[in-house]
């Protein structure tokens, strides 16, 4: 590509100074010839001037020798009107010359080859009277055509010799130039060739260049492709993060949010991006532990309300790529704890009302051992009174612990060994359990049970049916009446017990909830049978629904698939 560059200047160089020297040539020969023509024009009026045919002052002789003297290159010819020639400065020509064509034209300049001395001439003939106008002679001037156009062949000559010594210093100059100004795209070819990694060239021109970019152009291309395809997949996997994160630099500008970031404070993230950190949120906790993180180094945990929702932020300082001379960035991550902290709520609740639920009966129980113990109690009636207490009281915190361990097991989320179960035999089963409530209060009993089976932990179904019976027993009036209804869509229980106030009906599900604590107490209840049966009914996807009035009895119904009801 190089030699090709070098040889285009050279060839343009030539032929443009070929160009100015045939342009100058022909101003020369046109100039020349110019010239010459006037001159002829000159020695024809000299000659006529000075020559006088029949004069014996001024013959042709020394017309000759005035006009054409031994160093002129003029030719002068005197010819008769008959055509024949009295004098020729060439010599002495015997054919006739009216027949040339400046005879027959006179007055018209001719360039054509003479046929007596077989030269190229330029010929200029005119007419001369005698001095009493009787007789006339043609008066003929020329000049050597080789004479008019030596100047052109000279410029010719020399000029072709100065083209070539110009065109060979050109050659060398843009020899010289190209290789200079092709050492920065060396340079360049090199750079380029180690980026697609390739090895250096020791001679690089426009072409090669031309390939690097284009080697570059494609490998930046895909490396811009794969960079766009990490960043996808790196907003991706962010998007993806239950953890809101927002990433600020050192001067205060969010540079990055994740969806749960944006969601957390209630934007956008192309709006949230190239904001200060002010905008996420008005909590001073929150801008101040910002403000630490950024200027202090210090990092902070802490939990922030908003909506409704309770998140737990944490604020760090961020490194090097986030830092400035005056401070440095920071990591803000938000997870939503809501539920979390709902839980640990319940679960305090739960060991102070277990606490206190065991206490209770524990208190009761050691109360009136220690009275037997000691003797206080001496009557025997008193005795077995107490001794019965005890055992109840010993009864409830047993049952109590049972359930609280049933609640444990089913939060535990330990699987449980599903088979298929006849739910028929199950409610059955229930009210065997409870026939001494049944037969104590007299109770009476409506069914009807269709045969149901549904793949369910045995103790899952026990533990479901048997507490909405027991309740539905212990909570009943006397003589009242339980009925029972069982299909492969739901399993429905009411009875004409207590009821329960609309006000209450939100809370019985709760752990240690009762209606009325003090009879429910009376009666035995833990106040966990509900929240075993609302956590079995999710676990299996079932949906509990509750109609009951105070004072006029409850009904329970479990729907086996939620969306039938």
Known sequence: MKKKLILTSIFSVFFSLVILLMVSVLLVDFS??????????????????????NSTLYT???????????????????ISSDGSVKIDTLGEPTENH?????????GTIYYRHSATYNIQMIYLAG????????????VRVALPVEKVEITTYSLLGYGFLGIAILTTLSGFLTAYLTKRSLKPLQ?????????????????????????????????????????????RKYDTLLDEMEQGLVAIDSQGKIQLVNQAGAALFVGEKANLLGKPYSVLS???????????A?????????????GGRIYLINVSPLGEDFASAVGQGACLLGLDVTEKRKLEEAKRDFFANASHELKSPLTAIIGYQELLQNGTI????????ALATTLDEARRMKEIIQEMLILSKLESGILREKKIIALKDVVLEALKENGGWIEKKKLHLETSLQEVNLSMAKEDANNLIGNLVENACKYNKDGGTISLELTPRYFRIKDTGIGIAEKDQSRIYERFSRVDPARSKALGGTGLGLSIVKHIAFDYGFKIALESVLGFGSTFTIYFSPDKK
């Open 127 to 138: 007419k001369d009277l005698s001095s009493d106008g009787t007789s006339f002679d043609y």
């Open 378 to 385: 001496t009557d025997e009636k008193n005795k077995a009174e």
């Open 294 to 306: 950024m200027k202090k180094n210090e990092a902070s945990a802490f939990d922030l309300e908003k």
């Open 98 to 106: 009216l027949d040339r064509p400046e005879i027959k034209n006179l």
């Open 187 to 231: 340079e360049e070819v090199d750079n380029l060739n180690q980026i697609v990694g390739e090895e250096p060239k020791s001679k690089a021109d426009v072409k090669e260049l031309g390939e690097s970019i284009a080697k570059a152009k494609s490998l930046l291309d895909s490396r811009y492709q794969a960079l766009a395809n990490e960043k």
């Open 32 to 53: 020349g010839k110019a010239s010459a023509e006037k001159s002829l024009n000159n020695y024809l009026s000299i000659a006529e001037t000075y020559y006088e045919p």
């Open 282 to 292: 008005t909590d001073q906790g929150l801008l101040s532990a910002l403000s630490k």
């Open 60 to 78: 042709p002789e020394k017309t000759k020798e005035l006009l054409a003297g031994k160093e002129s290159d003029v030719r002068l010819t005197i």
